[in-house]
Each structure stands twice: as structure tokens, then as C-alpha cells.
């Protein structure tokens, strides 16, 4: 894997128009707007069927770009126990534990500034301190408990057969995603490693997605992403990709906010290998599939 420490291009790539499905139900108008490089943000999940074409509106798959925290691990829990125990030594929220809910409010896939803002807001040297401590008792947790994203062996088969181009991009300290990488034997499986903090912006920003791109030599246009939270999503959707959301520990509510092409629990929902296996048809004619489908 490639460590690169290459500052992110500043340059935003404008997000996808984003328009508003009236039904309950799965229909064409939706999949077409989607194959016209839009998404479409259902007015209900029952409608997220619909959304899944917009992978199906990819020209030829180059690249596959992953999160880390909470995408290829199932981290958030430990990164939460060791936020909790840290800031009842601070004294903060008056010694009254935090609650998940909370955790995933201010802390999901936040980079390391906006962490320490919250538990220090006026003293940022303070709170990047605490971060520091932190992130060492998150990775001597992750060292003893860290596991995988069930189904993440069977996407990562997939993706090595058809020699896609991967990227991990992530907001997580270098020290922390190369030790979960390798935790999870995954150290030559990516092509490069992007890390928000080395960007001029972190997600919710494109730049590192956009770095990615640029590093891989890929084009947004042939490649999607893996995201679990709510400022990840953004990210993707704003570097111009679809995103596929995981939705194992974030309300679905709120990451459908950030507008992915379609939520799953993990990599063995059976609504993720539909989508993949219309990327897999050789010359169909995909519309016409989904419309029959729908």
C-alpha cells in the first residue's frame, strides 16, 4: 500500500442536483433520473430500490473507494468507549456519561479538530491533547477487539477479481487507519491511503475523495464509494460519486440526508450484490432491465 502525504486539491467538484421523489414505491422516473447523473432522495425508504440505479448509470467500473472507521470495521464502538471514559476524566457534560446517540451526533466521522472543538471549544492546543489520548486507548482497543464488517472478505474477493483500482480514504489519524488496515489484513489490498487531516479539508469536504481520484488516476465517473457516516457520505456525494451508505450503527434517517444511491447493513445485504451484479452484465441494456424489474 502506498503512504502518500500529498496535500488535497482545494478544488470542489459541485454536488449532484438532488430532486425529490413524490411516491412510496419504486418507479422509472427515479432510475432515469439517476442514469442522468443525478440522484433522487426518496420521500420514504421504501423507495430506495429506485436509488440503486445509479450504479447502474457508471460507465465502466474503474475504482472502488472505502472509509475505514465503521465501513471496513465495525470501530465505532470502541472508538465510543474510549471517548466516554476520556471525557468523564474532564469532567465534561457535568461527569454524566455521554450517550451513543450523542456520540454520533458530534463525533462520527469527524476529523481530529472538530473532536476536539467539542470536548475543549475554546481551547483547541487543549483538546488536540485530549484527542492524542484518546486515540491511544482507542488503539490499544482496536489491537485486542477490532473486527471486520460482516461480508467485507466477500466484497473484497469481488473487488480483487475484476482488478479494480482501491483506495482507503478516511478522517481517522494515519497511525490509527494504517493499524486497523492492517488489523484486518488489508495492508496490500489498497492502492493508497488518504487521510483527511493530511488534506487542506477533511470530510464533509471532497478533497480527500477527489485526492484519491487523482491519485489512482481514476474518474469519478467510473468509480463509487463505502461510507457509514453522515459527513462521509457528504463527501462522496459532493466529489461527484455515488455512495453506497452502511448502515450498521448510524440512524438511516440521518444518513439519507447526506443523499447516498442506497443504504445497506453490510457487505452480504442482498440489495447491494442486485445493484452489482446489473454491473456485471456485459453490454445490457440496464434501463430496461430496472424497468422491467420496477
Keep these: 500500500m502506498t503512504h502518500l502525504r500529498i496535500p488535497c486539491s482545494p478544488n470542489y467538484v459541485s ?3 438532488v430532486k425529490f421523489c413524490p411516491s412510496t414505491k419504486p418507479h422509472l422516473g427515479c432510475t432515469k433520473t439517476n442514469l442522468a447523473q443525478t440522484f433522487t432522495k426518496p420521500s420514504s425508504l ?3 430500490p429506485s436509488s440503486m440505479s ?4 457508471l460507465a465502466s467500473l474503474e475504482a472502488v473507494l472505502f472509509d475505514v472507521d465503521g465501513t471496513l470495521c465495525d470501530s465505532d464502538p470502541l472508538h465510543y468507549e474510549a471517548l466516554r471514559e476520556m471525557l468523564l476524566k474532564i469532567g465534561f457534560n457535568g461527569g454524566v456519561p455521554i450517550t451513543e446517540e450523542f456520540f454520533v451526533e458530534k463525533f462520527s466521522g469527524k476529523n481530529n479538530v472538530d473532536t476536539a472543538l467539542v470536548a475543549f471549544p475554546d481551547d483547541l492546543e487543549q483538546g488536540l491533547k485530549f484527542v492524542e489520548e484518546k486515540e491511544a486507548m482507542f488503539q490499544r ?7 471486520p464488517v460482516k461480508g467485507l472478505d466477500k466484497m473484497r474477493t469481488w473487488v480483487e477479481k475484476r482488478g479494480l483500482k482501491r483506495a482507503a480514504v478516511t478522517n481517522s489519524p494515519r ?3 494504517e493499524l486497523m488496515i492492517s488489523k484486518l489484513g488489508l495492508s496490500d489490498f489498497f492502492d493508497v491511503l488518504i487521510i483527511g487531516d493530511e488534506c487542506e479539508r ?6 480527500p475523495y477527489l485526492k484519491a481520484l487523482e491519485v489512482l488516476k481514476a474518474s469519478k465517473d467510473h468509480a463509487f464509494v463505502f461510507e457509514d457516516s453522515f459527513s462521509g457520505i457528504t463527501a462522496g456525494v459532493a466529489a461527484g460519486m455515488p455512495v453506497i451508505g452502511i448502515a450498521s450503527r448510524n440512524p438511516e434517517d440521518l444518513l439519507m440526508k447526506a443523499k447516498p444511491a442506497f443504504l445497506i447493513k453490510d457487505y452480504e445485504d442482498p440489495k447491494l450484490w442486485a445493484a452489482l451484479e446489473e454491473l456485471d452484465k456485459p453490454g445490457a441494456d440496464k434501463l430496461e432491465i430496472l424497468d422491467k424489474n420496477i
Design 141 to 147: 482497543l482496536a489491537r485486542e477487539q477490532l473486527k
Design 202 to 207: 477533511g470530510k464533509p469536504h471532497p478533497d
Design 46 to 48: 421504501h423507495c430506495l
Design 175 to 177: 497511525v490509527n487507519a
Design 54 to 57: 445509479s450504479l447502474t448509470g
Design 15 to 17: 454536488p449532484s442536483v
